[in-house]
């Protein structure tokens, strides 16, 4: 049953904006969701509790509770009376999906203004009831003349309500409305640490992933992937796979896909299959030369985002010492705990998709594309997956399945492998950080340069709504379109001379290449600072200052320097002893300050990152204890993408396709302690924690190894065999 429906039915309270809901576009004879109508964003059914329709879905970082309370919080309800529901197209409008830390800073700021607003309406309604003033607990609105509820003041009615578009931000999801939103002084909701949602579910295996749904008739599907990159199909062997009951070839010009009633006879299907592969060219250099592709390359673009002073002159000053380095990051899988999964059905005249995307609303718009059906025809539903932070190998998967389901007629679950997902899934991109500084006699910074070079961020886009961005797209075909972008450092360093830039070189392959590159968590935030803030301690020692000392005296920001004061102070920077290490990065007006204690085994070669200290302002914060275990995930994972993690490949192909071969963090080289110091600004709003933090870590990590050993890693990972081998050279 329709939402709006079931609302209708069990007299529920819809309140509608920019329209009356006569006059709402129809899809299939059901009210469409528009976000510019209020009941798209809040609902209150019949026992008082809300639901609110978020647009965005959750990575694992318990985003829903911290939505509720902000929900709760301007509605006067206790946090377990809102119920938020993320990521269903056919619930929620399109919030451009979960993407830069903005699931609070830009997602619930318009769930918090439309609860201010339905509070606001709901109290004007109440006041005709029990007077005025009116004052409102938990849903129970009071007044001179008595009390009444929520629950009791709906009636199942639209209210048809006008609001104003919000010119000035240029955001379509940012909504002006008359309703003002609680000050920092009231909050009774926001601020508390209120436990989790899923943690229960997930740990007993109550509740639903991506990979357990089931329909009915429903075939399992396995895409099949070519032995190297660049390649075609020149001939299928489909008699291959006649001793595999029920199993049958999907194949559409590249793209081949085995189907079968049971997944294991998929699995056998699939490795019995002979298919003959044409090369198309010799798509990699070797390996051991990436770097020195990367070097010599053709610049694609460049953009020098940060222009100050005269830098030429500065460098060319007479009596200036020059302190240059260069570093170097590899291209990285996103490695997901799980390979992608995705159900497609296709049932009178509609498409469902059951994904674990980030975007599924873009996976709805992509998946439009790929059958010649209209949008409003396909529905995208999202369910926790194996996770993503960027664009991984869940997008395929959706795609993939609903062509294969259109192609059988059958509702189709496409399951990958560990192989399928850590060979092909888009990656983080290689690059080569080049920087300079000149310091005058008295040791002071006169100029500064630092250059990025590398293969874009956005090889694909950071969604499948595109044909071009997907593998099954390309392999029909359609060509990449890459955006060619990167970024710089985010810092305030006052250097008086100053030249912060990037550049893109391209792809090695166009054509279903497993060297793609597209989003990470905080993408190429970790390898920009990898460079930058090792350079800045490299820096510091050419002038003779303290790592500290120095980041204080030159960084022209409070917030900045208030971070790192607080995790120098926390850590006992002075006194802590050998094998210290700081970095300090912004992310979108979220400051971050990460000092790392490392020990490293010179006969193993192995780096145990011991503890960390953080220190954290994000402003506003929600919920505490989510801010400090999102925290928590962010070391962690950047530890691991600094030690461990780095795809391999041969002239072919990728050859780091398991555990074995692309080896992540494991329990034994997690850190002990990881000591957070949360800095909270009630007056700042919200700028997300997703991703600041762990740019930090791989600097922090790298420079505590030089304190720990006097040398200087300037390549990642900092795996045994970088560090026994520098080691050696030095």
């Given amino acids: 049953m329709d939402r709006r429906e079931f609302l209708k039915t069990t007299g529920g309270l819809l309140v509608s904006f920019a329209a009356p809901v006569e006059a709402l576009a129809q899809v299939a004879g059901k009210p469409a969701l528009v976000p510019t109508e209020l009941d798209s964003w809040i609902a209150v059914l019949p026992n008082g509790s809300v639901q609110a329709f978020f647009g965005k879905m959750d990575m694992g970082q318990g985003l829903d509770v911290a939505v509720a309370q902000i929900v709760a919080e301007e509605l006067d309800l206790g946090a377990d009376k809102v119920e938020v529901v993320m990521g269903d197209t056919a619930t929620s409008c399109n919030q451009v999906g979960a993407s830069g830390s903005t699931g609070v800073s830009n997602g619930a700021r318009l769930l918090r203004r439309a609860a201010a607003e339905a509070r606001r309406v709901l109290g004007e309604r109440a006041a005709e009831k029990v007077g005025t003033p009116v004052s409102v607990e938990d849903g129970i609105v009071t007044g001179p003349k008595g009390k009444t509820s929520y629950a009791e003041l709906v009636g199942g ?28 002084s009231e909050y009774k909701v926001v601020g508390k640490p209120i436990p989790r949602r899923d943690v229960a579910w997930k740990v007993y295996g109550t509740d639903e992933f991506v990979t357990d749904v089931r329909r009915p008739g429903m075939l399992h599907a396995r895409v099949i992937r070519p032995p190297r990159a660049a390649c075609k199909v020149r001939s299928i062997d489909q008699a291959s796979i006649k001793a595999v009951r029920g199993a049958r070839v999907i194949r559409e010009k590249d793209f081949v896909a085995v189907v079968a009633p049971k997944e294991w006879d998929a699995i056998r299907a699939a490795r019995a299959l002979k298919v003959e592969w044409e090369p198309l060219n010799a798509p990699f250099p070797p390996m051991s030369e990436l770097y020195q592709h990367i070097r010599g390359a053709k610049v694609v673009k460049r953009e020098d985002e940060v222009k100050k002073g005269d830098v030429a002159g500065a460098f060319g000053a007479a009596g200036v010492k020059v302190v240059q380095a260069e570093y170097e990051w590899p291209f990285q899988s996103h490695a997901s705990m799980g390979p992608a999964c995705a159900v497609a059905e296709l049932k009178d005249g509609s498409c469902t998709v059951w994904t674990g995307s980030q975007k599924p609303h873009f996976v709805r718009d992509g998946v439009a594309r790929l059958l010649g059906m209209p949008e409003d025809k396909v529905r995208a539903i999202w369910l926790a997956g194996p996770g993503s932070y960027g664009r991984n190998d869940a997008g395929d998967a959706a795609m993939d399945a609903a062509f ?10 496409v399951q990958g492998t560990r192989m399928d997902g850590t060979a092909w899934d888009p990656k983080g991109p290689a690059c080569v950080h080049r920087a300079r500084a000149a310091l005058d006699a008295s040791g002071k910074v006169v100029a500064y340069e630092f250059i990025s070079k590398g293969f874009s961020r956005q090889h694909i886009a950071t969604n499948e709504s595109q044909l071009a961005d997907s593998l099954i797209g390309q392999s029909m075909g359609v060509a990449p379109k890459p955006h060619q972008i990167f970024g710089t450092p985010s810092e305030s360093y006052g250097f008086e001379n100053k030249l912060l830039g990037w550049e893109t070189i391209a792809q090695f392959v166009d054509h279903c290449s497993p060297l793609r590159t597209s989003h990470f968590r905080d993408p190429v935030g970790p390898e920009i600072h990898f460079g930058s803030e090792q350079f800045i301690d490299e820096v510091a020692r050419a002038a003779g200052e303290d790592a500290v000392a120095f980041r204080l005296r030159y960084l022209t920001n409070p917030r900045h320097q208030a971070v790192v004061k607080a995790v120098a102070e926390k850590s006992g920077w002075a006194s802590l002893g050998e094998g210290k290490g700081i970095a300090f990065a912004d992310r979108n007006g979220t400051a971050v300050a990460v000092v790392a204690q490392v020990e490293v085994d010179r006969a193993s070669g192995r780096v145990w ?28 994972q950047g530890l691991s993408r600094t030690l461990f993690e780095e795809v391999r490949f041969d002239r072919d192909s990728v050859t780091s396709v398991d555990w074995a071969s692309y080896p992540i963090l494991e329990m034994a080289d997690a850190p002990e302690s990881i000591d957070i110091t949360l800095i909270d600004r009630p007056e700042i709003a919200p700028s997300g924690a997703g991703e600041p933090s762990i740019r930090c870590v791989p600097a922090a990590v790298a420079n505590a190894f030089f304190d720990a050993t006097g040398v200087r890693m300037r390549r990642a990972p900092l795996s045994p065999e970088y560090v026994k081998a520098a080691l050696a050279r030095s």
Avoid at 164 to 174: A, H, I, L, S, Y
Avoid at 405 to 412: E, L, N
Avoid at 620 to 633: A, V, W, Y
């Fill in 609 to 636: 990152a011991r503890r960390f200290w953080v220190a954290h302002d994000c402003g506003l914060i929600i919920n505490p204890e989510i801010l400090r275990t999102t925290i928590e995930g962010n070391v962690v």
């Fill in 404 to 413: 294969l389901a259109k192609a059988t007629g059958k509702p189709v679950r």
């Fill in 157 to 184: 009615r639209y209210f048809h309500h006008q609001v104003e578009w919000n010119k000035q931000v240029g955001n379509p999801m940012d909504i002006k409305v008359p309703a003002k939103s609680k000050a920092p």
